[in-house]
Nanobody, 124 residues
Framework: QLQLVESGGASVQPGGSLKLSCAAS????????IGWFRQAPGKEREVIACISGRNQNTYYTDSMKGRFTISRDNAKNTAYLQMNSLKPEDTGVYYC?????????????????WGQGTQVTVSS
């Protein structure tokens, strides 16, 4: 029943920043964890970062640490992905996903609820 809608994708120059949003509905915020994933053209979908609901524990893929930050505002039922120092290889479709109940998992198939994705393009 959890539904997710991503927003905030855009075209930016290398070195630029974006903040993606993931609006959730249909489930209490502490009942699910959130993951951000991305898929570049011709590539498999990969995890970026995850965050639990109640305690807001986080996981980051090593290659994303230092540039990307995941957060959530449970009062607003919204999760975020702050993206800094963007590179051309960051180009792709970014997805927000939700998983019951409140344990972090990094596998794509662990998430039952997915947004439609938002395009991020980084080029000069």
């Amino acid at each position: 029943q959890l539904q997710l809608v991503e927003s905030g994708g855009a075209s930016v120059q290398p070195g630029g920043s974006l903040k993606l949003s993931c609006a959730a509905s249909g489930s209490p915020s502490d009942y699910y964890s959130i993951g951000w994933f991305r898929q570049a053209p011709g590539k498999e979908r990969e995890v970026i970062a995850c965050i639990s609901g109640r305690n807001q524990n986080t996981y980051y893929t090593d290659s994303m640490k230092g540039r990307f930050t995941i957060s959530r505002d449970n009062a607003k039922n919204t999760a975020y992905l702050q993206m800094n120092s963007l590179k051309p290889e960051d180009t792709g479709v970014y997805y927000c996903a939700g998983k019951r109940y409140d344990l972090i998992r990094v596998q794509v198939n662990a998430y039952a609820a997915w947004g439609q994705g938002t395009q991020v393009t980084v080029s000069s």
